[in-house]
């Protein structure tokens, strides 16, 4: 089962921090609709700014253009 937290715990941000991909899910608000759950990141691309906030660079279509261009 899954927890819920008011912030992020700390030992849990620098896990995060060392994730080479994380998941982004959307959901509809009518019961018609249905849930995406998308792979997103490349390595830097995911930010913590403290134990409330957190972003991601979204990038266009795969990101595979900019992955070769950082290499």
């Known amino acids: 089962m ?15 921090e060392r994730q080479e991909m994380f998941w982004v899910a959307t ?3 009518n019961a018609g609709g249905h849930v995406n759950v998308s792979p997103k990141g490349l390595r830097g691309s995911f930010h913590i700014v403290d134990e ?20």
């Open 27 to 29: 959901a509809p608000l």
């Open 52 to 71: 409330q906030t957190v972003w991601y660079e979204d990038f266009t279509g795969s990101g595979t253009s900019i992955y070769l261009k950082q290499q």
């Open 2 to 16: 899954g927890q819920f937290f008011e912030t992020i715990p700390q030992n849990l941000i620098s896990w995060m």
